[in-house]
């Protein structure tokens, strides 16, 4: 019955509709989960602190700072799996540097580590904690570090207490390069909007609802199909005159 022209145009649009609830569900959780990386960036010395660790709940807030690179205490951070971390101090109007994660490259000759962007520019990014903390001197040759901490940087002057992963710069660097993705994202911290996380579950409320539908009109056309067929096993009338 099932390869019947009827039931195979009614699984398939079962199968649609789960596809398309599911993808509205995720959609409404993602709503339900907005990373405060959507909103305007903040000014970075209002979420850092010399010297402070970062506070939990400002993970992954988009912050903006501006500056001039210090290339002479570029770190590359060694990040496993072939993947090394371009990490430049930027030098603040106060003094503070703001360490910003540039680009994510697989080779310590990639033209995106020296491409250090001279004079003055903004740095945008997600505000990220530091790997340990204080953590431990790096035992690689110099300019290199197994972790980015606040001791792997070993900064010669007053550092904010975590890092930025850089997502837009202005002026835009020379080389085009990977950016760093945020080990820690705000949805760590961020909280559930209700609303979207209710139609989140309605969404898949009603995937399981034509789940049952499709079930329960199979079930009633082998009844109906039942019904119709004749029982073989049925013993014949006899006519009594």
Known sequence: MLATRKWIGLTLGMLALIVAFGLLSHWQWQRAQRDRAEA?????????????PLATSAYGTTVSSTGVYDAEHQ???VHGNGTYWVVTPLRTSSGEAL???????TSLDDPAV???????VTVTGAAQPYEGDPGTASS???GQAERLTASGLALPYPAAGGWVAMASQTPAPAVASTPVQPPVSADATASIRLQNASYAVQWL???????????????????????????Q?????????
């Open 40 to 52: 305007a960036p903040v000014p970075a010395a209002e979420v850092f602190a010399t010297g402070v």
């Open 75 to 77: 770190v590359v951070v």
């Open 99 to 105: 360490p910003v994660a540039r680009a994510s490259v």
């Open 114 to 120: 020296g491409d250090v962007t001279a004079g003055t």
């Open 140 to 142: 690689l040759p110099a």
């Open 205 to 231: 409320l009603f995937a399981g609802f034509v789940v049952f539908f499709w079930v329960r009109m199979l079930r009633d056309d082998l009844r109906g199909t039942d019904q119709r067929q004749p029982r």
């Open 233 to 241: 096993d049925a013993a014949p009338v006899r006519e009594v005159y």
